[in-house]
């Protein structure tokens, strides 16, 4: 199926691993030119100049910041009208969880975990919003989390700052229709830098990668028996974001192996 990403303008958040990396190449496999950031600027920089060899180096650019610097962001969207001329589609995906339960969040913890799941969406989509509303096919895909819907009291605040921010986007489908589509993902476990930091501070050196993530799948119940590929999460994001979802808005898609229990 073809997509309709030729020569359009896409904004990764977060663009330097894992899944908003492997976004990054899905747009660019279809045709896309793609802007994406993250705060390292070393991998960001190796990231960038390893895409520039295989797409061609005008048809990337990537600035390093974190998406809380709102000053920064609005310069990086400076920077893509400059260079591209307009931006077709943002993904928000910039983050990371945080593990604590009730007992252990401080108030600093609340403060900075609401600031960073709200900020990581409000900032980009203000800095965005003008030359969305200008493309003929605008589109926001927001990266969030099953948690929104199905809260862990070991991840008590991201669980309650992934709620809001659901509810958030629900609202914007509706404020910024018809030119700006709004749609989310909700992923469960995929495989990503995440994990792999979580991997590498196991208690028990001696257990194999393999058998850390099996045996993570088994506690998590996830009825498709493993955990997600960056890539699997990163189709779902390119088709929301892509022209060929051109009726699809205030909607939210599970990337999951099925491990939800809501419905
Ligand atoms: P990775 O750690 O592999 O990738 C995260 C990316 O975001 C990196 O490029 C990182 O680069 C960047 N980043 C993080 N914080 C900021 C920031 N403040 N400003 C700009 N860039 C930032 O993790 P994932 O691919 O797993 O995560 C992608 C998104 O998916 C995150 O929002 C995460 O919370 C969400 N998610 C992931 C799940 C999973 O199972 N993998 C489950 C639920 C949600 P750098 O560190 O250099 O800034």
Redesign the pocket.
């Known amino acids: 199926m073809d997509l309709g990403l030729r020569d359009k303008i896409v904004v990764v958040?977060?663009?330097?691993?894992?899944?908003?990396?492997a976004a990054v190449r899905g747009f660019l496999d279809d045709g896309a030119r793609v802007a994406f950031?993250?705060?390292?600027a070393e991998?960001?920089e190796s990231v960038c100049e390893e895409l520039a060899q295989v797409y061609g180096a005008d048809r990337v650019l990537a600035r390093a910041?974190?998406?809380?610097d709102k000053d920064a962001i609005e310069v990086f969207a400076e920077d893509v009208a400059a260079r591209f001329g307009g931006c077709d589609a943002l993904v928000t995906?910039?983050?990371?969880?945080r593990v604590s339960t009730f007992a252990d969040t401080t108030d600093a913890d609340w403060r900075a975990e609401l600031e960073?799941k709200f900020f990581?969406q409000l900032y980009p989509i203000q800095a965005f919003e003008k030359m969305l509303r200008d493309s003929p096919s605008g589109a926001i895909v927001a990266?969030?989390?099953?948690?929104a819907y199905q809260p862990e009291p070991h991840m008590v605040c991201t669980s309650a700052a992934r709620a809001g921010v659901q509810n958030l986007l629900k609202s914007l489908a509706t404020e910024l229709a018809p030119e700006i589509r709004v749609n989310s993902v909700l992923?469960?476990?995929?495989?990503?830098?995440?994990?792999q930091?979580r991997f590498e501070a196991r208690a028990d050196k001696s257990v194999s990668r393999a058998d850390w993530y099996a045996d993570l799948a088994r506690k998590k119940a996830i009825p498709l028996g493993r955990?997600?590929e960056?890539e699997e999460a990163a189709r779902a994001l390119v088709f929301l974001a892509s022209p060929a979802a051109s009726y699809i808005t205030g909607a939210r898609l599970e990337i999951s192996g099925g491990v939800s229990r809501f419905s």
């Open positions: 958040t977060g663009g330097s691993s894992g899944i908003g990396l950031c993250a705060r390292g991998r960001l910041l974190t998406v809380l995906n910039a983050g990371q969880g960073l990581s990266v969030n989390s099953l948690l992923l469960g476990l995929v495989d990503s830098n995440q994990w930091r955990l997600g960056a």
